[in-house]
Structure formats: structure tokens, C-alpha cells
């Protein structure tokens, strides 16, 4: 009887850790998948992800490179590195930073610039105000509706508006579970 509670207490401890592991799921991109702008004038380069495996792009990440005219000035830049969702999807373009929590008390929107500068306006997106340090990777939140349920994840980015790296992307399978950027498990 002993080797039989022993044996269960072994079997619910083993189970329970693979259980909390399997809460997230987690995808790394190798190599780091980079875009740069497009060198033709008014262009856009998209990267479609599938953040949970169905086949169906849930989100697409755009830099977009326009050129505009402002009376006889020479062609004035812009550039722009942005974020679309579809469907039942949502983002928050933080930037978050590892450990911060993702969860129902984000704002999310179905699109946002991440980071850009247009020549008239001025830098677009929160990420050249809060992130001075561009070369180092941060995450956008996202919020999926799956079979009427939210989840939470995080995409890992890092950007100067004139490209864009993505790293890697998880989401939490469990519903209305919050997600920490950057956990994997």
C-alpha cells in the first residue's frame, strides 16, 4: 500500500510539473527573422505570424517606406513599422520588458504603429518615447479569442523604424490566463 500511495504522489507530482509546462505555448525563430525597409519609395514588406498553429495568420508586422512632397523641398522620408491583427485578435504595442504581466487589464487595439518617424508629425508609436535603446529586443502584447475565450501572449521584437527583428512569440493555452513577457514556460 505504501509503494502504491508512493508511486501515485510520484505520478501527481510529474504530472502536475508537465502540466504548468504545457500552459505555454512557445515558438523561436532560428534564425532571428529581420526585415529592413524597402528600398523603393511608397512600399510595404510584411511578415505574417501564425502565433498558435492553425494555419491562419493571426497577426502580420509591416515596415512601410513613403516618401512625400511638401511644395518645392527636396522628397521628405518616412517610415513606419506597424502591426495588423485579424479576426478575433488584439495587440498592445507596450513595449513591454521581460517579467511584466500581460493580461485583461492591457488595452489592446486591432492595429498599431510600434515605431516610426514621419517628416511632418514627428516619431510615431510609444516605442522610440520608452525604449531609447532600440537595439535591444522587447515584447508587444497580444489577446486572442479562441472558441469564445481570451488568451494572452507576447511577440519578441526589436526595431529602429527603418527594420525590424522578430525573435520568437508564446502564447498561454490556458484561458483567461495571464502571460509574463518573455516566459516560455
Keep these: 500500500m505504501k509503494h502504491i500511495k508512493l508511486i501515485l504522489v510520484i505520478f501527481f507530482f510529474q ?3 508537465i502540466g504548468l509546462k504545457g500552459q505555454i505555448q512557445f515558438t523561436e525563430l532560428s534564425p532571428d527573422t529581420t526585415l529592413a525597409q524597402p528600398r523603393t519609395a511608397n512600399s510595404t514588406i510584411y511578415y505574417r505570424i501564425d ?3 492553425d494555419t491562419i495568420t493571426d497577426y502580420k508586422i509591416g515596415i512601410e517606406f513613403k516618401q512625400t512632397y511638401e511644395s518645392v523641398h527636396e522628397p521628405l522620408d518616412n517610415y513606419t513599422v506597424f502591426i495588423i491583427s485579424f479576426d478575433n485578435r488584439w495587440v498592445n504595442v507596450g513595449p513591454y520588458f521581460l517579467g511584466d504581466t500581460i493580461n485583461q487589464t492591457s488595452t489592446f487595439k486591432k492595429s498599431n504603429f510600434i515605431y516610426g518617424k514621419d517628416a511632418i508629425m514627428g516619431f510615431l508609436g510609444p516605442w522610440p ?3 531609447e535603446d532600440t537595439d535591444n529586443f522587447a515584447y508587444l ?3 486572442m479569442d479562441i472558441n469564445g475565450n481570451n488568451h494572452y501572449g507576447w511577440i ?3 526595431t529602429n523604424g527603418h527594420s525590424f ?3 520568437s512569440y508564446a502564447y498561454n493555452i490556458t ?3 495571464y502571460i509574463k513577457a518573455g516566459q516560455t514556460n
Excluded: F, S
Design 15 to 17: 504530472y502536475t510539473i
Design 156 to 158: 519578441k521584437i526589436k
Design 165 to 167: 527583428t522578430l525573435d
Design 51 to 53: 502565433i498558435n498553429g
Design 141 to 143: 502584447g497580444i489577446k
Design 175 to 177: 484561458p483567461n490566463q
Design 129 to 131: 518615447k520608452k525604449n
